[in-house]
């Protein structure tokens, strides 16, 4: 059935997770969302091992801040460890808990509320009922601290901070957007999921799936204070994050590092909780490891460096990803990932303006939302173009 067609049949939402896997050419895939991106050091740990004894040996990061792993070889050992990790707390719920949220909320300078405390009472209010497991694995939050970083991802509802006591929420983007207190951004945003569950009636995916549909979800949700100003619709697109520092506003270091192509290997993974407590997980296919001493950033930023991954910017990493091509994909017209790795490791490349996306065929999997420069391989070659669509992982 077309993505377009709202005749009233439930479409299948075939959208991975860690219960539901898909079958690839090479194996079993598994997707675990990770609310607000959060991983512990032991959650981490347990990743890598599962990917390493079960899987490919690759921890693969989405758009959407998730992770998933390919090649599965028992897939229900890989749920059973998943969930003794407490990384699948609901069987019923957990392909709709697709959360994002600022890395660096409640410790940048620039972070006006820390939305922590809202990503983990917005994963258990949507896990405590029943009802919203009807919504799409597709469907997306999005808790943003008011330094706009998360804005723009394309998610279905969404909460910017303008202030320390709140802000507006976002329907599909459109602004002005709804005021909200900090208080009532939680439940606002489980009714807003619940509106939509009835109003989608199983035949639509996102917010901008059914015809009309911020208005039509806005006009369902009580109005809580005077429309702000501005209307419009937010800009989609991931946007591209280099590596670097940040100064926290406790005097600690976040370091973030470019996961190349978005794949960490298990090594990686094992010396990223190795360095860090916890580790923030980016819809940029970065990694955050937060609350590092002024004394221990370069220490630790040369060995996640020997392990492969990129600590300083100016990198050609940035904003660069691949579908999975050949081998693992029968679809692909070609090795994609290699031809990538082949292009950003030749001397003088810089990053772009704007993600940069391989594919090994026209559907372009794991494409960020927004401005990217497509690299698609045809029969002949590939095929260099920028568009503006939208596709999330
Ligand atoms: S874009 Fe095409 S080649 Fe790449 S993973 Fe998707 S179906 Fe396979």
């Not at 719920?93 to 922590?116: C, M």
């Not at 509802?157 to 599909?172: D, H, K, Q, Y």
Request: aromatic residues 4%.
């Amino acid at each position: 059935m077309d993505i377009n067609d709202f005749s009233g049949q439930a479409r299948l939402d075939a959208c991975p997770g860690a219960l539901q896997v898909h079958t690839a050419a090479d194996g079993a895939l598994a997707r675990v969302r990770i609310p607000g991106g959060a991983l512990t050091s032991a959650q981490l740990r347990e990743l890598a091992d599962c990917a390493a004894t079960l899987g490919s040996g690759v921890i693969e990061l989405t758009s959407r801040a998730n992770v998933q792993v390919r090649g599965l070889r028992a897939p229900s050992e890989f749920a059973a460890r998943m969930a003794a990790a407490g990384l699948l707390p609901s069987e019923t719920h957990e392909r709709v808990r697709n959360i994002l949220a600022s890395p660096l909320a409640g410790r940048a300078p620039s972070s006006l509320v820390d939305v922590r405390p809202l990503v983990a009472a917005l994963d258990r209010g949507l896990c405590a009922a029943p009802e919203l497991a009807a919504l799409s694995g597709r469907f997306l939050f999005a808790l943003d601290d008011g330094t706009g970083d998360v804005l723009s991802c394309g998610a279905d509802v969404a909460f910017l901070a303008t202030s320390p006591s709140g802000g507006v929420l976002l329907l599909g983007g459109v602004r002005p957007g709804l005021p909200v207190g900090v208080a009532d951004v939680v439940p606002l945003m489980l009714v807003a999921a619940r509106a939509f569950v009835e109003l989608s009636d199983g035949t639509a995916w996102r917010v901008t799936d059914l015809p009309d549909g911020p208005a039509l979800l806005a006009a369902h949700l009580p109005h809580t204070g005077p429309t702000p100003e501005g209307a419009g619709t937010v800009p989609q697109g991931v946007g591209v994050r280099d590596a670097g520092t940040v100064e926290q506003r406790d005097g600690r270091v976040a370091l973030e590092v470019v996961v190349p192509l978005g794949r960490l290997t298990a090594d990686q993974a094992a010396v990223l909780a190795d360095a860090a407590p916890e580790a923030r997980v980016t819809p940029w296919r970065t990694v955050v490891l937060p609350d590092l001493t002024p004394d221990d950033v370069q220490p630790v930023a040369d060995r996640l460096a020997e392990a492969g991954l990129v600590t300083v910017p100016g990198t050609p990493w940035a904003g660069l990803t691949a579908c999975t091509g050949r081998p693992g994909c029968a679809k692909s017209l070609a090795d994609v990932q290699l031809d990538a790795r082949s292009w950003a490791e030749q001397p003088g490349q810089e990053p772009g303006d704007r993600p940069v996306h391989w594919a090994g065929c026209e559907r372009r999997c794991g494409r960020p939302a927004g401005e990217v420069v497509d690299v698609v391989a045809t029969p002949t070659g590939y095929r260099v173009a920028g568009r503006t669509e939208e596709e999330g992982a």
